[in-house]
């Protein structure tokens, strides 16, 4: 049985995924062109829709940070190649993973408010990573028509050449890498950035892409409505 609040939290995650993905495509396409180079006078915008959606990024991949952190205590939690289990045991079967956990005595009884709470943030932090975990390791397996990377160099256009990370050590420099992105697609000029950082932003632009589609796939299959974005509405 679907627990309704983990199921909402997955709703969101994928609309936060889904919806960076495309301010990306959006603002490669529009502000960017390979091989150009960055004019002296530009600036960063200062779009507070943007800035909106890139925060709520940000605060995905602590998230998933914090995940990780919690994955790495916890010798009962797969290892990150069994992708989607954690996904699968948060989203349906929450009561045996928190006993896995040592969670189940403080959910019996009346407990605090403040303690419900860091449940729940526990189990938000998990399924962030699950979904993580799970993106990476799809990342490379990507179907060649799915992949709207605008300057992919292969034809046709492949995220084939990423490794999905086999390792907690490959796994927490990808966390650190795509939160290091996150900042500075904050502050850098886009040009710059497809110029000078060229690897690293494809790479973050996979990993919420992939997420996107695995949170479609996962959607029709929880029997929830298909998460998506509409950013045209602000362009």
């Known amino acids: 049985m679907h627990d309704a609040a983990s199921l909402y939290e997955f709703v969101r995650i ?50 998933v940070r914090e995940g990780f952190v919690l994955s ?8 990150t190649a069994e ?3 954690l996904l699968e045991r948060v989203l349906v079967d929450w009561s045996s993973l928190s006993e896995e956990l040592g969670l189940d005595a403080e959910l019996t ?49 492949s ?8 390792t907690a050590a490959e796994l927490l420099h990808r966390i650190e890498e795509i939160e290091a992105m996150i900042w500075r697609l904050m502050s850098t000029e886009w040009q710059e950035l497809v110029n000078h950082h060229y690897g690293p932003l494809r790479r973050t632009y996979g990993f919420f892409e992939a997420n996107t589609l695995l949170a479609s796939q996962e959607a029709r299959r929880f029997g929830v409505t298909k998460p998506g974005s509409d950013l045209a509405a602000f362009s």
Not at 18 to 28: G, I, P, S, V
Not at 159 to 166: N, V
Request: aromatic share 8%.
């Open 83 to 85: 992708m989607r289990f």
């Open 14 to 63: 994928s609309e936060v995924t889904a919806t960076t993905k495309q301010l990306l495509a959006l603002n490669l396409q529009r502000r960017t062109r390979l091989g150009a180079l960055r004019q002296p006078s530009a600036t960063r915008s200062e779009d507070p829709v943007e800035h909106y959606v890139l925060q709520q990024a940000r605060d995905f991949v602590g998230q």
């Open 109 to 157: 009884g009346d407990i605090p408010a403040h303690e419900r709470e860091a449940l729940q943030r526990v189990r938000h932090q998990l399924l962030a990573y699950g979904m993580a975990v799970a993106a990476l390791g799809y990342l490379p397996r990507t179907p060649c028509a799915e992949v709207t990377f605008p300057y992919s160099f292969g034809k046709p256009p």
């Open 159 to 166: 995220y084939g050449d990423i490794p999905a990370p086999t």
């Open 72 to 79: 790495t205590r916890q010798s009962s939690v797969p290892s």
